[in-house]
């Protein structure tokens, strides 16, 4: 077995992997390497939407901002912590300059002004866009400054283990996607920046060659915190992308197909009013996730509706763009609510059909899904209610190191959003995590074990995964079908709509499948071996997932955030709006903060109160007087 020896390892190449390397290798004093399954991999390189936002500190204009402002609006959604929101806010400009000055083409007005947008559940016009491909042109930018730094990158090599003495890390235990052999790297300090965990759903908006190892985490000890909170959305699936903004205001068809190819136009069945359901969808532009607040008197209803077509009723469900909605030949413009009247009549796009408006509105949205091989100028496009962003994750502190020494995790895996956040936070909160574990890395690193402590701990792993190994290659190949079924089957019983029995039975089966894993998953041969790991971070992030769903489901008789949950006769909880009511008046699910993590078999679920913002005297000279004698105040 190939043994690497450095003093950081991150594990990803996503925009967040890339910043923490860059970072540590510019500082200078820890030797650094990149881990990843995937150069070309991963959320940030492969993903987009509409106009792909980054969130940040005001930079133009004459709305009055402040760094307490912004944390305190990254903290309105509930369920965040103070610290994580305050770093987020004060370090933006400094993350999204460095992207500026790496190459990332963010609008600037003739005066040199970062002007901006409002995103969802953002008060100010924070938000800024480089395009449908933002985080794709982040990711593109930090990979040639790593390059140009010399970070050294491993590539094929996916991390099965976290390796600890005690409850400090040594190293990571990998397995080469080449060969199938097991390769370690001794370390002291590691960052996870593998992305949320998508691997877990059939139903996903995230790209197919991401999974996430939010497992990884998990087995290795840490605590994770708000798993149930979840962005879901409409989303094509075959390429896997949003369909959000100018693809719902152009007003498109709606269309299920049953088993023997009989069309419906759905939405009828529920709007009595014409005019009201284009209103809704056209509402979906803006409000691209699904809401529980929004769907009594909302534009999520049309995601309900979608989900009942796909998962209740068994049909395939389309977008059409070829032809008006209802059979109409021209839309009574006029007659829409007033936002979607003014908004279509501005662009110029009162005419036609959902096509043209499309075309003359966002052209770029149809040439990208031609690029990806559809036509949706003559063909239908195959949608349904997607996983797209885990607002939970791996519970990070202030310097975004997890409950294990050592361990950092930055990115989507590190919970540090809430219940909802503003539109483009994540990307942000990527950059400042990621820079926020290399500083306290190079200012404190974790003690390094001595080299017969990581040969015994190393020993063990290797004996542990050699037989894992040994019995996957033996077993028949049916690696494929089992991630399939398990993915299949979390979509059904525990995303957006969520029923406590079926989560039960489906916890259940979870857990026995990961019982008798090694006698029952197979791979043909031994390169393939890595698939049978990704089945089990799989299932173990499911299990943990599904856990903290039900324990909140024993808790708490109101829903929150993009989930709605059954009474046990099978029916949707009456009394939504009074029941958020309840809730933000009493606090008593909105300041809460859900952890998780392994004991063994068992999943352990326990409620904290967030952490408030910290109120730190900041006085400048004392700010400086320790500057100047350490170098840093971390």
Known sequence: MKIYNYDVIVIGTGAA??????????????????????VNCGTSRNTGSDKQTYYKLGLGGDSPDSV????????????????????????????????????????????????????DHDPFARATSAGPLTSKFMTEALQKNASNLGVIIHDAMLAVEILKSGNSVCGVLCVDENTGDLAAFRCSDVIIATGGPAGIYADSAYPECHTGST??????????????EWQYGLASIAPRWNVSGTHMQVLPRFVSVDADGKEYEFLGEYFSDVNEALSMVFLKGYQWPFDSRKVMTGSSIIDLLVYRECVLRKRRVYLDFTKNPFGLGEIDYKSLSKEAYEYLFKAGACFGKPIDRLLKMNSPAVDLYKGKGVDITVEYLEIALCAQHNNGGISVDKWWQTSVNGLFAAGECAGTHGITRPGGSALNAGQVGSLRASQYICAHPNEKVCEN?????????????????????????NIASLIAEAQRRMSDGGAAMRNKADMVALYGEISDELKNLSKKAGVREPKAVFLFYKLRDILTTQKAVLAAMIDYA????????????????????????????????????????????????????????????????????NVWRVYRENGNIY
Request: glycine letters at 10%; hydrophobic letters at 35%.
């Open 17 to 38: 992997g890339y910043n923490a390397a860059c970072r540590i290798q510019q500082d200078g004093r820890r030797k650094v390497a990149i881990v990843t399954e995937g």
């Open 68 to 119: 307490r402002a912004m944390a305190k609006t990254l903290l309105d959604g509930g369920a965040g912590d103070g610290d994580n929101a305050r770093g987020e806010a004060a370090l933006s400009v400094r993350c999204f300059m460095n992207l500026c000055e790496l190459g990332v083409k963010f609008p600037v007005n003739r005066y040199g002004e970062y002007v901006g947008y409002k995103t």
């Open 215 to 228: 497992g990884l985490a998990l087995n290795a000890g840490a605590s994770t915190q708000n798993l149930t």
């Open 453 to 477: 402590t990581f040969n015994e701990v190393l020993a063990d792993a290797e004996k542990r995964h050699s037989d894992i190994i040994a019995k996957a290659v033996a077993n028949d190949d």
């Open 554 to 621: 024993d808790r708490f008789p109101a829903t929150r955030g993009s989930a709605l949950y059954y009474n046990k006769d099978g029916s949707l909880r009456e009394g939504l709006e009074e029941m958020f009511r309840f809730n933000e008046e009493k606090g008593e699910t909105r300041a809460s903060v859900q952890e998780v993590k392994l004991d063994g078999d068992k999943v352990v679920c326990e409620w904290r109160d967030v952490r408030p913002i910290p109120e730190d005297d900041d006085f400048f000279e």
